[in-house]
């Protein structure tokens, strides 16, 4: 193979890796948004049963929680929130845990590797 072949094969590989990251960021921001709307439509759920855990630079661990039913509005990539009288946007990346305080149950949880991978608990299976 002639070393231009290799050249154009190498930057066809990384583009498919950058497209299956951006892939993983989108289901990610989906899986988040649809979560989050079912919490807070579903009359099966009690929003006031969750909280969310988020990266918060400057507080201890890096870390902040917020009850639930403070979110005001779920948009594409965020949610709006009022804490401490303040309005607040947190992205959805941020986002590391989502917790039923109720059950302990995890509903959500980014894995913390490199990859930034994420896991998710159907809910849906739960609801029969």
């Given amino acids: ?3 231009i072949e290799l050249h154009i094969l190498k930057v066809l590989n990384l583009v498919k890796v950058v497209h299956l990251k951006l892939a993983n960021l989108e289901d990610m921001t989906i899986l988040i948004r649809d979560l989050l709307n079912k919490l807070i439509w579903d009359s099966k759920e009690d929003i006031k049963d969750y909280v969310i855990i988020y990266i918060h630079r400057g507080a201890l661990n890096d870390q902040r929680q917020i009850l ?3 979110i005001e509005k779920v948009y594409v990539g965020s949610f709006l929130c009022t804490i401490d009288d303040e309005e607040t946007i947190i992205p959805f ?3 590391l845990e989502i917790r039923n305080i109720r059950t302990q149950e995890i ?3 980014k ?3 490199q990859k930034k991978e994420v896991e998710c608990k159907d809910k849906s299976k739960n609801d029969h």
């Fill in 1 to 3: 193979m002639k070393l």
């Fill in 107 to 109: 509903v959500y949880k």
């Fill in 111 to 113: 894995r913390s590797s």
């Fill in 93 to 95: 990346h941020r986002i």
């Fill in 68 to 70: 639930a039913h403070l």
